[in-house]
């Protein structure tokens, strides 16, 4: 198993930027690949972002894409998401995980979920 610890949320204007990180506990971290998703009040948890172990390849949800960017650090065990011209609609509770596959589009959950990391977008 892998611990993960998000942070970086926090309260933002439409059009601001945040930056979100994830650290993961064990000397796996390398190993997988790491994803982003997000809950918003009333709705189920979504992807939004995943990265191959390697760093190479990146997957984003399309309400995201083009205004987030996943990114990792192997020797930090670290993985960021960098949000830009947020939108109201991306207030969320955010969570990273590992996920089974992304080069195969399977972002399945992997570990046990973080405490996760509030961002809230004020229109």
């Known amino acids: 198993q892998v611990q993960l610890v998000e942070s970086g949320g926090g309260l933002v204007q439409a059009g601001g930027s945040l930056r979100l990180s994830c650290a993961a506990s064990?000397?796996?971290?390398?190993?997988?690949?790491m994803g982003w998703y997000r809950q918003a009040p009333g709705k189920e948890r979504e992807f939004v972002a995943a990265i191959e172990r390697s760093g190479d390849s990146v997957h984003y949800a399309a309400p995201v894409k083009g205004r987030f960017t996943i990114s990792r650090d192997n020797a930090k065990n670290t993985v960021y998401l960098q949000m830009s011209n947020l939108k109201p609609e991306d207030t969320a509770m955010y969570y990273c995980?590992?996920?089974?596959?992304?080069?195969?589009?399977?972002?399945?959950?992997?570990?046990?979920w973080g405490p996760g990391t509030l961002v809230t977008v004020s229109s």
């Open positions: 064990g000397r796996t971290f390398s190993s997988y690949d």
């Open positions: 995980n590992a996920v089974l596959d992304s080069s195969r589009y399977n972002y399945t959950p992997l570990h046990t």
